[in-house]
């Protein structure tokens, strides 16, 4: 896993915090200390929190499961929704949808909604409609597509949600908190780290903050995925030895099944062969007068 340094942390402004009278004294065990009005985050307990994140989104991914990430904040959407793609994971980077975790089945019909508007335009239905009907159909897709599009892929609830900005996205935590799904979130110092599984405190507003920590994320999930294939391909390397194994000993077993038929060696009696009965002789001694 890839660990990032110190001085990676201050150049990319991770231990900048909020103004003091914005805190949430939840966050004190991370503040190291105030300097012109703004809360400074200690970075020791930054690294300590990233790693622990790292390794936790690390065994999501090598379990095949998906990790949903949500930023909808203007800096955070282009990196969040780059680092995502590039590891195949869904994402929101729009507005939340309400109820996309405690009302999953409705948000499928949407997104089935969607997946058959794309269908009718390519199998010719759509050139049969009314323009009146195109018009209504495109804008819905295209609304739909803006808000689905990211987690069409997402069949089932998401194994964790990681979260930009936690009061932004007070919403998403809250519904994830009602299902059990764990949560990992960048915390500021004005968030409530308590809500949050995995907490990583850190600056949430300026993109090199983000896009460090997203970066730490993706390869994590990298690694993850790297070794879930290693693993698959190493269990199929077992199954075809044990194949083989069980074909070497079915022809072995065959062979000695022939050999006890035949004989062990030429000219031996068989094991079914009957012993040859033999009948006894004729006393031809002249009898006493």
Known sequence: MSSVSQQDLLDAGVHFGHLKRKWNPKMAPYIFMERNGIHIIDLNKTSAKLEEAAAAIKQIAKSGKKVLF???????????????????????????????????????????????????????????????????????????EKLLGS??????????????????????????????IPTL??????????????????????????????????????????????????????????EEESADRKKYDMAEVEEDEDGATPGAPKKTDKPTATRPRKNTAPKKK
């Open 151 to 180: 987690i069409a892929d997402l069949t089932r609830l998401p194994a964790a949600l990681f979260i930009i900005d936690t009061v932004k996205e007070h919403i998403a935590v809250s519904e994830a908190r009602k299902l059990n």
């Open 70 to 144: 949500v930023a909808t904040k203007k800096q955070a959407k282009e990196i969040v929704s780059t680092a995502a793609r590039s590891v195949n994971m869904p994402f929101i980077t729009e507005r939340w949808p309400g109820g996309c975790l405690t009302n999953f089945a409705t948000q499928r019909k949407s997104v089935k909604k969607m997946t058959g508007f794309e269908k009718m335009m390519t199998d010719g239905t759509f050139e049969n409609i009314s323009k009146k009907e195109k018009l209504q159909i495109t804008r819905q897709k295209a609304k739909m």
């Open 185 to 242: 979130a960048i915390c500021d110092t004005n968030t409530d780290p308590s809500q949050i599984d995995f907490p990583i405190p850190a600056n949430d507003d300026a993109t090199k903050s983000i896009s460090l920590i997203m970066n730490v994320m993706v390869k994590a999930i990298e690694e993850g995925l790297a070794e879930r294939k290693l693993d698959k391909e190493s269990e199929r390397e077992k199954e075809v030895a044990a």
